[in-house]
T-cell receptor, first 113, second 111 residues
Framework: DTGVSQDPRHKITKRGQNVTFRCDPISEHNRLYWYRQTLGQGPEFLTYFQNEAQLEKSRLLSDRFSAERPKGSFSTLEIQRTEQGDSAMYLC???????????FGSGTQLSVL | DQQVKQNSPSLSVQEGRISILNCDYTNSMFDYFLWYKKYPAEGPTFLISISSIKDKNEDGRFTVFLNKSAKHLSLHIVPSQPGDSAVYFCAASASYGKLTFGQGTILTVHP
């Protein structure tokens, strides 16, 4: 069991640049979630997939954000034209269908300068 | 709208004593509740959970209590250990969908 893996662990970018994060879930898990966490707050839901289908998107997810899970395995989260307000920890989690317990990765810390 | 609230930003206890972390929710559709523990620069790790059909669940030093009428749950840690020092998040789910998290409580256990 290799757990949920996220890459990169840290990303520093300049405002206006595009960034892409990758998440590899636990292999048998069919649900994959993206959350964002800022200092002093709990993780905020962004979007989730069941297999390759994106089933729900938060209103927090502006049209600069896009997520994919092309073959129902790994997922990518892209942020276009980054803004300083995008600076946060981006967390990926996975679970089995029908179970509420999520397994989280270590996150990608994004800093937008 | 904050559907899950942890009103205590921090809690400090002495090693060996009980730690009680509290959580309130507003959404009546929530039917499963979880507690996660988080260390700096790491993702949250699952601690303990409870279904809405129960009012108590125990796992070693950790016990979660659910009061559905008050829409309140609490996590008891007995005895508290310095290694328990972390941020604790309460989370809730409706029909095994996405989790909604509280803001977290920083627990510090002093030796």
């Amino acid at each position: 069991d290799t757990g949920v893996s996220q890459d990169p662990r840290h990303k520093i970018t300049k405002r206006g640049q595009n960034v892409t994060f990758r998440c590899d879930p636990i292999s048998e898990h069919n649900r994959l979630y993206w959350y964002r966490q800022t200092l002093g707050q709990g993780p905020e839901f962004l979007t989730y997939f069941q297999n390759e289908a994106q089933l729900e998107k938060s209103r927090l997810l502006s049209d600069r954000f896009s997520a994919e899970r092309p073959k129902g395995s790994f997922s990518t989260l892209e942020i276009q034209r980054t803004e300083q307000g995008d600076s946060a920890m981006y967390l990926c989690a996975s679970s089995l269908l029908g179970l509420a317990k999520l397994f989280f990765g270590s996150g990608t810390q994004l800093s937008v300068l | 709208d904050q559907q899950v609230k942890q009103n205590s930003p921090s809690l400090s206890v002495q090693e060996g004593r009980i730690s009680i972390l509290n959580c309130d929710y507003t959404n009546s559709m929530f039917d499963y509740f979880l507690w996660y523990k988080k260390y700096p620069a790491e993702g949250p790790t699952f601690l303990i959970s409870i279904s809405s059909i129960k009012d108590k669940n125990e796992d070693g030093r950790f016990t979660v209590f659910l009061n559905k009428s008050a829409k309140h749950l609490s996590l008891h840690i007995v005895p508290s250990q310095p290694g328990d020092s972390a941020v604790y998040f309460c989370a809730a789910s409706a029909s095994y969908g996405k989790l909604t998290f509280g803001q977290g409580t920083i627990l510090t256990v002093h030796p």
